[in-house]
Every structure is written in structure tokens, then in C-alpha cells.
């Protein structure tokens, strides 16, 4: 039996049965902490020109904080994506407060959107297709087999050629089970759903408290105090235990040495 060298077309990094998680990765998906500090900006100048000068004031701030947002985003060549539904969501905000003349109904959108993103959340735990454990995959795989045992479009311009004529036999020999088929990485993924759907439904039930209170100021804080920093803390709890199900699957999956 011959041992497989360096050369061999299994070398470190382009070894399916490492697959790695990428934290940094997977933030630059979710569109990094910038991005999560700009979407509290129309916000913040909403409720501080409110404050200070009344709703008309606080709606041409607003808009004026998701331009600024947009502008900077296309000034350094970055994603635009979240500045244009952040503008769109800031748009859609104003125009109902705009309408209705009462300042508070500016968080009404944040409000139903939290409640709706929180019952979506739960809802897709029934039919074990937990929202996080999809959300966690797509990003990053875990499971090795005919899923992830496909060379991606941009790892074949680094990959040996030697590792591409390789790769059906490791597929055929190593195939991998479907994340949803493991029980321990199917549990740990509804929990987390559950997680993310109780900080949607804390953060829109906090806001409908002092929305009936018509109270804006604490409505504005209690809207950034549970948007940036909660998911903040929530995404780096999930993202620990995210990196810890790879290690584990990845362990079990290579099975001991020798």
C-alpha cells in the first residue's frame, strides 16, 4: 500500500475532509461590522433631529444619514447592497411617519419586520430546516459528500491539476452525510434558531412597549440599544458554537489516525 505524498493531489487546504470555517468570511458576507454600524446611523439622526426639532427635521435627517451611507459605500467601492435596502427601508420608515404626523410610527416597519423575521425563524424548525443551520451551511459548509465534495468555481484556479483528476475517487470513497442527517448539528442549529427568533421577538416586544407610550426618545434608544449590539452578541455566540460543530464534524468525520 503506498502512502499518499505531498504531491499526491491531497495537500493542506484543499483537503475536503478539513472543510474550514471562516469567521472572517462569514462576516464579509453578512456585510461585516461597518455595515451593521451603518444601518443604526438614519436611526440615531432621526431620533436626535426629532429630538431637537421636530418629525419634518427628523425625516430630512434620516434620509440624509441613509445617503451619506450610500454615497461612502460607492466612494470606496464597497457591496452597495445593504446601503440600497437600508435606504429602502428608511424610505418606506419616513413615508409612513410622514403620512400618519406621529414620530413613533417611524419604527413601525422595525417593529412588524422583527415580529415577521422572528415567526419565519421558528416556523422553519418544525420542518428541520433550521433558518440558522441553513444560513451557517451556505456560507460554510460542514459535511463533506456530493454537496461539498464539489470543486467551487473559485478554488480551481489554485487547486493542483493533479487534485482535479483526484477528486472523483476521493467523492466516491469519502462521501459525507447532509448536515440535517446529524443529529448533534441539526439540534445545535434549532437552538440557535430559537435564539436569533427570541431577539427579534425581544427587540420588536420592547419597542411596541414604549410605541403605545408614544415615547420616541426611549423608543429610538431601545431600537439601537437592540439592534447593533444585541445582534452583535447573538452573532458571536452563534458563530462560537458554529466554529465548535465544524471542529467536532470535522474530528469525527476523519476518524482516527492510522
Known amino acids: ?97 410622514s403620512v400618519s404626523g406621529q414620530a413613533r410610527d417611524y419604527f413601525v416597519l422595525g417593529i412588524v419586520r422583527s415580529l415577521a423575521v422572528g415567526v419565519v425563524l421558528l416556523g422553519s424548525i418544525p420542518f428541520r430546516w433550521p433558518l440558522v443551520g441553513v444560513a451557517a451551511e451556505f456560507l460554510a459548509p460542514s459535511h463533506v459528500g456530493s454537496l461539498a465534495g464539489r470543486t467551487r468555481p473559485w478554488e480551481r484556479s489554485r487547486r493542483p491539476v493533479d487534485a482535479e483528476a483526484a477528486e472523483p475517487a476521493v467523492a466516491a470513497t469519502e462521501p459525507g452525510r447532509h448536515w440535517r442527517d446529524d443529529p448533534r448539528l441539526l439540534r445545535a442549529y434549532a437552538w440557535l434558531t430559537v435564539l436569533w427568533a427570541a431577539s427579534f421577538f425581544l427587540r420588536a416586544g420592547v419597542q411596541w412597549i414604549y410605541y403605545l407610550a408614544d415615547d420616541v426618545e426611549l423608543l429610538g434608544t431601545f431600537s439601537v440599544l437592540l439592534g447593533l449590539p444585541l445582534t452583535a452578541v447573538v452573532l458571536l455566540g452563534t458563530l462560537w458554537v458554529v466554529a465548535r460543530l465544524h471542529r467536532h464534524r470535522t474530528s469525527a468525520e476523519d476518524g482516527p489516525a492510522g
Do not use: C, K, Y
Request: aromatic share 6%; no cysteine; glycine share 12%.
Open 1 to 97: 500500500m503506498t502512502t499518499a505524498g505531498p504531491d499526491d493531489g491531497v495537500t493542506e487546504g484543499t483537503d475536503r475532509r478539513a472543510p474550514m470555517f471562516d469567521r472572517d468570511m462569514v462576516l464579509d458576507q453578512l456585510g461585516g461590522w461597518r455595515g451593521m454600524v451603518d444601518a443604526t446611523l438614519p436611526t440615531v439622526a432621526f431620533v436626535v433631529a426629532n429630538g431637537i426639532d421636530g418629525l419634518r427635521t427628523g425625516i430630512w435627517a434620516a434620509v440624509g444619514a441613509a445617503l451619506v451611507v450610500f454615497l461612502l459605500r460607492v466612494v470606496r467601492r464597497q457591496s452597495i447592497q445593504q446601503a440600497v435596502s437600508g435606504l429602502f427601508a428608511v424610505g418606506v420608515a419616513v413615508a409612513i411617519a
